[in-house]
């Protein structure tokens, strides 16, 4: 997620590398909420409608191409969409940490940790 000035994570979870994102999307969705109808920028693995319902539930307003292959694709915001590049960043700034990108620690909670760390660097430094 993205605020106006720089970009920041509200929370993560780990999940096993052979789940889909959306499931996983959605239980870190129903963890927060908006009452100010901030953007949730999506990536097209999130457009399915339970994720869209959900996320519009939760009080967001959700930023999400449809996949080319819709038969009734919707409108979004094509300018708003652009600055998911700011998402991508911040994975990229944390993977910078040698220990998040190459997964050293093999328990979650030590790995969780690491991953932790690198968001509050992430956050000072940023």
């Not at 499931?23 to 409608?49: C, F, Q, T, V, W």
């Not at 994975?91 to 190459?102: A, P, S």
Request: glycine share 4%; with cysteine; proline share 5%.
């Amino acid at each position: 997620m993205a605020s106006t000035s720089a970009e920041f994570a509200l929370t993560f979870t780990l999940s096993p590398g052979n789940n889909h994102d959306a499931p996983e999307g959605r239980e870190l969705l129903e963890l927060i909420s908006s009452d100010n109808k901030h953007y949730l920028l999506m990536d097209k693995a999130y457009e399915d409608e339970k994720t869209r319902e959900l996320a519009i539930k939760q009080g967001f307003i959700p930023v999400v191409p449809p996949k080319t292959n819709r038969k009734e694709p919707w409108e979004y915001d094509k300018e708003v969409y652009k600055r998911r590049n700011e998402v991508e960043r911040f994975f990229l700034r944390i993977k910078r940490f040698r220990r998040v990108f190459t997964r050293y620690d093999k328990l979650v909670v030590v790995y969780s940790g690491m991953v932790t760390l690198a968001m509050v660097f992430d956050a000072i430094i940023c």
